[in-house]
């Protein structure tokens, strides 16, 4: 693991859970590791599509909160297996800055403009 302290205290952990079957027991010590610091886990996961689910999966059966920022992936799925879990999630496809913008741009319009997508 890679350990980062942010201006203000927060603490960043990045945990190399590449490793296929050994994501789980990576992200359990790397819990445990922030839990007897004091800190409480987030998982942050901005993943290829193809991981989408399985690392939902595994957040969810470590009842680690997590914000999942990749499109792709059993949608349905997704979110079903993480409403059953009671985890706690951000299921936000499309986080990548420009599409952020994009998205507040149209909140903006909507706001300043209230007729104009009607």
């Known amino acids: 693991p890679a350990d980062v302290e942010l201006d203000g205290g927060a603490k960043v ?11 789980k ?4 010590q790397g819990m445990a590791k922030l839990a007897e ?3 409480t886990p987030i998982a942050i996961d901005f993943t290829h599509p193809s991981s989408v689910n399985s690392n939902a999966d ?3 059966e470590l009842e680690l909160p997590f914000v999942m ?9 997704l979110q ?3 409403q059953k879990s009671k985890n706690h999630a951000v299921i936000a496809p499309n986080m990548c800055k ?5 998205q507040a ?5 909507e706001k300043t403009f209230p007729n104009s997508f009607s």
């Open 105 to 109: 741009m149209f909140d903006f319009m």
């Open 80 to 82: 079903t297996s993480t």
């Open 69 to 77: 920022g990749t499109t792709g992936g059993d949608r349905d799925l």
């Open 25 to 28: 027991e990576t992200m359990k």
């Open 37 to 39: 610091e004091g800190f």
């Open 98 to 102: 420009q599409i952020v913008a994009f």
């Open 13 to 23: 952990t990045l945990l190399d859970a590449s490793k296929g079957d050994s994501a």
């Open 58 to 60: 595994i957040y969810n």
